[in-house]
């Protein structure tokens, strides 16, 4: 798997603050919002999911991020190998998607996932030490946007990424198994 950087641009503030000792480099919090769910309708969008191959260890991960009107941003997939489990598929997927919210540079995003599990790691009601290290880096590449939430989804509603996923997942799998 290779490493993640991501470079962090300062927020602009209007008002005049005296200066702050620095702390450790620690990346600032992102402002977590408790907006109910008609009000953040209006941010832009990002679902994610994962297909698992249990024999191969490998994983379809994809991606659909949509502006807050619903038209398309960008969407992507991609096979990853050496994957412990669904879970961690998981976790690379919305890690993925988020990265990719980034390069589109963003001010505010809503992270959606239909794995309960992952989305209370991030949201720090869970710790679990098979994605501890993918879920810090989540929360380390979220400190880029203004606003961002972390929102579980029912399966129901995250055809679209499931389907990119399974279709990644299938191409590598079958050019493996069918030369």
């Known amino acids: ?3 993640l950087v991501v470079s962090y641009k300062e927020k602009e503030t209007t008002d005049a603050q005296p200066p702050q000792p620095e ?4 990346l600032p919090t992102p402002l977590r919002s408790n907006r ?7 941010l832009p969008i990002c679902k994610s999911d994962a297909a698992f ?6 994983a379809g991960l994809a991606w659909i991020i949509r502006d807050a009107s619903g038209d398309p941003l960008q969407q992507g997939s991609m096979t990853q190998d050496l994957v412990n489990s669904p879970l961690v598929a998981e976790a690379l997927a919305l890690r993925a998607g988020l990265i990719s919210a980034v390069t589109l540079e963003l001010p505010k995003l809503k992270m959606l996932s239909d794995n309960a599990t992952l989305i209370r790691a991030i949201n720090n009601d869970a710790q679990i030490k098979e994605i501890y290290g993918i879920v810090s880096d989540i929360q380390k590449i979220a400190s880029v946007f203004v606003e961002i939430t972390f ?3 029912p399966r ?3 055809g679209e990424p499931d389907c990119l996923a399974k279709l990644s997942l299938y191409h590598s799998v079958s050019s493996v198994t069918n030369p």
């Open 23 to 26: 702390k450790n480099n620690a």
């Open 1 to 3: 798997m290779s490493s």
């Open 53 to 58: 191959h249990q024999q191969s260890n490998r």
């Open 36 to 42: 109910s769910g008609l009000e953040m309708e209006s």
């Open 151 to 153: 929102n579980h989804i």
């Open 156 to 158: 129901s509603f995250n």
